[in-house]
């Protein structure tokens, strides 16, 4: 109940295309969902985070939407660029203030 | 504003020794976690502490063992290391829940 199920593993878009990773989790109490960028050999840094109490929530290119009722949210990546070829992690907080991670997604944009 | 700091960035170790690694917080951040990241395993919680208690602990072997300071510096050590210890060890801190976590660069732990 703790897992946080993140697909696909690796994601290869074209220049300009929608990049899309998916996340999800069973623990109802889990209450800040944060998404992740990390680039090799560096340590990840904070992209975009939403709370349950609202169902999107945008920033720039990327856009975090959530559905409560499936326990499933997602990031899109609009107009995506070589510079967004990362690894993106998902997570959930849980009621301890633990984060709980997904396994990643390797994505690959090619110019 | 200083970010995270962990030192050393890269160590080799022989089986068998143990080592100790240093994590820095952003000035102000009392919450300091610890994860170890191999490339088919993701990003692995060790634990975390939170003004100088152990707040949370993931599944690691009691090999596996951390502290922290009255200064918020936190320090990881792995007794009787093994090959599969070797990894990136990360520290991350927040100023509290529901807040980002900043990630330092890491420790690249090779064990031989």
């Given at each position: ?58 920033e720039?290119?990327?856009?975090i ?18 510079g ?28 | 504003?200083a ?36 490339p088919?395993?993701?990003?692995q919680?060790l ?19 951390g ?8 320090e ?20 509290r ?16």
């Amino acid at each position: 109940q703790q897992q946080v199920k993140q697909s696909p593993q690796s994601l290869i878009v074209q220049k300009g295309g929608i990049s899309i990773i998916n996340c999800a989790y069973e623990n109802t109490a889990f209450d800040y969902f944060p998404w992740y960028q990390q680039f090799p050999g560096k340590g990840p840094a904070l992209l975009i985070a939403i709370r349950p109490d609202v169902s999107e929530k945008k920033e720039g290119r990327f856009t975090i939407s959530f559905n409560k009722s499936a326990k499933q949210f997602s990031l899109h990546i609009m107009d995506s660029q070589p510079g967004d070829s990362a690894t993106y992690f998902c997570a959930a907080e849980d009621s301890n203030y633990q984060l709980i991670w997904g396994a990643g997604t390797k994505l690959i944009i090619k110019p | 504003k200083a970010g995270v700091t962990q030192t050393p960035r890269y160590l080799i170790k022989t089986r068998g020794q143990q080592v100790t690694l240093s994590c820095s917080p952003i000035s102000g951040h009392r919450s300091v976690s610890w994860y170890q990241q191999t490339p088919g395993q993701g990003l692995q919680f060790l634990f975390e502490y939170f003004s100088e208690t152990q707040r949370n602990k993931g599944n690691f072997p009691g090999r596996f063992s951390g502290r922290q300071f009255s200064n918020s510096r936190s320090e990881m050590n792995v007794s009787t290391l093994e090959l599969g210890d070797s990894a990136l060890y990360l520290c991350a801190s927040s100023l509290r829940y529901n807040t980002e976590a900043f990630f330092g660069q890491g420790t690249r732990l090779t064990v031989v």
